[in-house]
């Protein structure tokens, strides 16, 4: 499943840069939404509730995974929303230590984080009030 999801991750990669060398924003968000929608299948097909509960060696693969597809979103969206971008890869613990790093080197899949630096993030979008 990583590496399907690794696989789909390169072909956003791919189609994100042509949209964007387009200025074609709408596609280019497009695959960000295709990403994040890859992701709730991921979430639906593996059920990391259950995990939780029967299998904690497979929930730290999936969970890895997850945090992964995160990583990825948070660069795609960086050159769109830069400030919500930098939020999540904050809350991530990589935004220090990847933020001047070629894309090409951010965009492969499975970088290093390390996990006892995610913290609980702030609201990515706060309610009005």
Known sequence: PGCSLATATAEVWANYHAAMAELQFDAAIGEIWRLLSLADGYVEAHKPWELAKNNPAKLGTVLATLVEILRQVGW??????????????????VWAKEQHQPLTQLSAWGQQINYQDIIKPEGLFPRRT
Do not use: N, W
């Open 76 to 93: 795609l969206l960086y050159p769109i929303m830069p400030d919500t971008a930098e939020k999540i890869l904050t809350a991530l613990g």
